[in-house]
Antibody, heavy 121, light 107 residues
Framework: QVQLVQSGSELKKPGASVKVSCKAS????????MNWVRQAPGQGLEWMGW????????TYAQGFTGRFVFSLDTSVTTAYLQINSLKAEDTAVYYC??????????????WGQGTTVTVSS | DIQMTQSPSAMSASVGDRVTITCRAS??????LAWFQQKPGKAPRRLIY???SLQSGVPSRFSGSGSGTEFTLTISSLQPEDFATYFC?????????FGQGTKLEIK
């Protein structure tokens, strides 16, 4: 059974950086892409982009270019989301989500438990 | 981008009621449609994939139907644990897009 386990909540000041991790187990890491999804307080789900876990190539959705960086450490089957130059409006819960075998890269079968990032001075 | 219009945005219902939630896509997405349930403070949980396939472990009172541009999620007999927010997701076309959500509350 696929399991995605994310790192814990973060409290950061504006202008700082944060790195959220998402450790995958229960499947072959390189065969299942990793999506990142943002949920601002009281809001819906917003797709941020995805990373190809075979090649390491990231793709960023509109509105998530420049300050957002997706990366991998395949040796520990972990994907990362780094947000630089944090702003108050980055305050949200961030999820990683992965498709099941046979789905296209944007299927979101397994989800991490979410990481709350709070940006406040 | 494909817009997913979900309706209603909120509704109230009673235990035992039959409930239907709809997602309409701005263009055809074949059957690349999933439904999720989300409870407060929790991650989304996928209920339905490929428009009508029940995720393993999900109660059979949940069902999905539709193809192309019109999709429905039906809960045949509401249980207390079903009061939550429901989202649809299209993943046929880039970028994948979510519906805005339906908050299902107890009447």
């Amino acid at each position: 059974q696929v399991q995605l386990v994310q790192s814990g909540s973060e409290l950061k000041k504006p202008g700082a950086s944060v790195k959220v991790s998402c450790k995958a187990s229960g499947h072959t890491f390189s065969r299942h892409s990793m999506n990142w999804v943002r949920q601002a307080p009281g809001q819906g789900l917003e797709w941020m982009g995805w990373i190809n876990t075979n090649t390491g190539d990231p793709t960023y959705a509109q509105g998530f270019t420049g300050r957002f960086v997706f990366s991998l450490d395949t040796s520990v089957t972990t994907a990362y989301l780094q947000i630089n130059s944090l702003k108050a409006e980055d305050t949200a819960v961030y999820y990683c989500a992965s498709p099941s075998f046979g789905e296209n890269q944007f299927g979101m079968d397994a989800w991490g438990q979410g990481t709350t990032v709070t940006v406040s001075s | 981008d494909i817009q997913m219009t979900q309706s209603p945005s909120a509704m109230s219902a009673s235990v035992g009621d039959r409930v239907t939630i709809t997602c309409r896509a701005s263009q055809g997405i074949s059957n690349y449609l999933a439904w999720f349930q989300q409870k407060p403070g929790k991650a989304p949980r996928r209920l339905i994939y490929a428009a009508s396939s029940l995720q393993s472990g999900v109660p059979s009172r949940f069902s999905g139907s539709g193809s192309g541009t019109e999709f429905t999620l039906t809960i045949s007999s509401l249980q207390p644990e079903d009061f939550a927010t429901y989202f649809c997701l299209q993943h046929n076309s880039y970028p994948p897009t979510f519906g805005q959500g339906t908050k299902l509350e107890i009447k």
